[in-house]
Structures are given as C-alpha cells and as structure tokens.
C-alpha cells in the first residue's frame, strides 16, 4: 500500500468551470476526509465519509461543492462553477476508526491538489 | 468550538539551536493532541503525538507534552538541522463523533546552517 494518493496533483481552471479531484485512500481505512489549505493557514475540515456514508458537512462546503464515495473505496470532490475563492491546497486524510472507538488515531494525508482558478 | 493557537512565524534558528513552538488549545472533553508537519511541495506528516494528559510524544529528536492544566502542547528540539526547516502545524482531535482534526495556522521554521 502506498498510502493515500491523490490526483491531480494540480490543477488550474478558469472562472465558472466544474472541477473534479479524487482520492485514494489507504484500503484498509473506513473513514475518509476532506480538508481545505489556504496559503499560510491550517487545513480547514470540509467534510467526511464513514464506509460510503457521508456523515458530516462543514459550513465551508457551499452548494458548490459535493462529495462522493461510492462503495466506501476511493472519493471525489467536485467543485462546480469555480470561482477565484476556491483557489487552494484540497488535502485528503485517511483513518481507521473500530467500533469500538480506539483513540489512536492513525491519519494519514495524500499530497493534496492544488486548485488554481484564473 | 475547538481551536488551536500556535506562535506565528517564521522562525528562524541557526543550526544546533534549541527550538520551542508554542501551542495552546481550546477543546470540549479530553482531546487527542498532534503535531504536523509540512516540508515544501509535500504533504502533512504526522511528527508525533499524544492521546491524554501528561502523555510526552517523541519522534526524531522532537518532543511535546500534553499538559491539561496549561491546555498546551509546545514543540521542542534540543539540537535543529537544517534539514528541519518546514512548516509546523499544531492540531487537536476531540475524540468523539467525527473526530476531524483542528488545526492551527501553522510555523514556519528556518534552520541557516
């Protein structure tokens, strides 16, 4: 396992296209996050998947943007109608969390894509 | 909610020097506590850890420790290399529901040789 890989690893589009990035996480792992990197800032947590569940969605995550991850494997963000705002580092983590709530908390981050929108 | 404040930066040490970052944290219950970091064009790497209070985390010579009564968790390196110079990110996870990590706005650290 290579860990949790991400593509593109950039990404430049002009105002007012769709976007779409995926991740790969480790294969292993049940949950799946989505974080937002502004230059000079900390991630920023959008939102996450437990299996193919989504179960939470930060107030950051406009209409604009909607998440999948279909069969609990890999995810897609997509950003549609992209504005210069969206511009930013979009990190993906993985972990594995066992029902019986372990606190250990094993994260691992893919490199993240950066959105350049012109 | 939780947050997390660390020292801004960049800071910039020459090489052998004794580093600290501080870091102070607002959390409900009983968080996890983490250290990142974030060398140039790569990804977040977990540096180290701990899970409850007075817990010390150790990896590669970097140590922190969990101190509930100060809610800190600074960052110290007896000796940096200049291969350290990164940026250095202090995040919280509460320990419940969706267990998201908070992040602070992160350090940069500069080792000149």
């Known amino acids: 396992d290579t860990g949790v890989s991400q593509n593109p690893r950039h990404k430049i589009t002009k105002r007012g296209q769709n976007v779409t990035f995926r991740c790969d996480p480790i294969s292993e792992h049940n949950r799946l996050y989505w974080y937002r990197q502004t230059l000079g800032q900390g991630p920023e947590f959008l939102t996450y998947?437990?299996?193919?569940?989504?179960?939470?969605k930060s107030r950051l995550l406009s209409d604009r943007f909607s998440a999948e991850r279909p069969k609990g494997s890999f995810s897609t963000l997509e950003i549609q109608r992209t504005e210069q705002g969206d511009s930013a580092m979009y990190l993906c983590?993985?972990?594995?969390?066992?029902?019986?709530?372990?606190?250990?908390?094993?994260?691992?981050f893919g490199s993240g894509t950066r959105l350049t929108v012109v | 909610g939780d947050s997390v404040t660390q020292m801004e930066g960049p800071v910039t040490l020459s090489e052998e020097a004794f580093l600290t970052i501080n870091c102070t944290y607002t959390a409900t219950g009983y968080p996890s506590l983490f250290w990142y970091v974030q060398y140039p064009g790569e990804g977040l790497q977990l540096l180290l850890k701990?899970?409850?209070?007075?817990d010390k985390g150790s990896n590669k010579g970097f140590e922190a420790t969990y101190r509930k009564e100060t809610t800190s968790f600074h960052l110290e390196k007896g000796s940096v290399q200049v291969s350290d110079s990164a940026v250095y990110f202090c995040?919280?996870?509460?320990?419940?529901?969706?267990?998201?990590?908070?992040f602070g706005s992160g350090t940069r650290l500069q080792v000149q040789p």
């Open positions: 701990a899970t409850k209070a007075d």
């Open positions: 998947f437990q299996n193919e569940a989504q179960l939470e």
């Open positions: 983590a993985s972990s594995l969390v066992t029902t019986k709530g372990s606190r250990d908390y094993g994260y691992t």
């Open positions: 995040a919280l996870s509460s320990g419940t529901g969706r267990r998201a990590l908070t």
